[in-house]
């Protein structure tokens, strides 16, 4: 049995058939479809809602400190 060194590739007859491999990407671009499309849950939609609250604050907070500093 031979070692490959690093950065040796694969035998030819080692690759996918291209049918094979594209229904690999058909399958990949349904499932990532499927993720990006789904709704985002409630409990998470709160919590990007109370960050974005807080940064308002927080900026609110640090513009009134840098007028009374001038």
Known sequence: ?????VGESAPDDAAL???????IGQALK????EL???PLPDKFVDLLARLEI????AA??????RN???
């Open 68 to 70: 009374a500093v001038k």
């Open 54 to 57: 807080e940064e308002q604050r």
């Open 1 to 5: 049995m031979k070692v490959r060194s």
């Open 60 to 65: 609110t907070k640090g513009k009134g400190r």
């Open 17 to 23: 058939n291209p049918k094979a491999l594209d229904a």
């Open 36 to 38: 990006v499309y789904a």
């Open 30 to 33: 349904a499932h990532y479809d």
